[in-house]
């Protein structure tokens, strides 16, 4: 499956971003998904990931209760609403796709093997 993720951008300290992470040539059934980032000189990290069957969701604890994993059938994408921004979430944003996550290894290291990944979305967060 090819990921496409789109949604990124400079917003201000406080502000609200929703990225979205598409498929193309099929649709995320028996997938699951998932949205890490990557801050400048640091390591790639789990922020959140859902399973599409179902909708168990999963996020890190960094970001809990500012930002909102969800499905949207209809166009067949999984979005991000990210609210209440900080500085420190500035990083490049990417999404993942993969089969066969139960719902204990959501926020695990399961999506470093196996997984379809997409392009990086830059969100920036200014002080």
């Known amino acids: 499956v090819q990921l496409q993720a789109s949604g990124g951008g400079l917003v201000p300290a406080g502000g609200s971003l929703r990225l979205s992470c598409a498929a193309s040539?099929?649709?995320?059934?028996?997938?699951?998904v998932a949205w890490f980032r990557q801050a400048p000189g640091k390591e790639r990290e789990f922020v959140s990931a859902i399973r599409w069957s179902g909708g168990s969701t999963s996020y890190a604890d960094s970001i809990k209760g500012r930002f909102t994993i969800s499905r949207d059938y209809a166009k067949n994408t999984v979005d991000l609403q990210m609210n209440s921004l900080k500085p420190e979430d500035t990083a490049v944003y990417y999404c993942a796709a993969r089969k066969g996550v139960i719902l204990s290894a959501l926020n695990s290291d399961i999506w470093f093997d196996g997984s379809h990944w997409g392009q990086g979305t830059l969100v920036t967060v200014s002080s």
């Open positions: 040539g099929r649709t995320f059934q028996g997938y699951a």
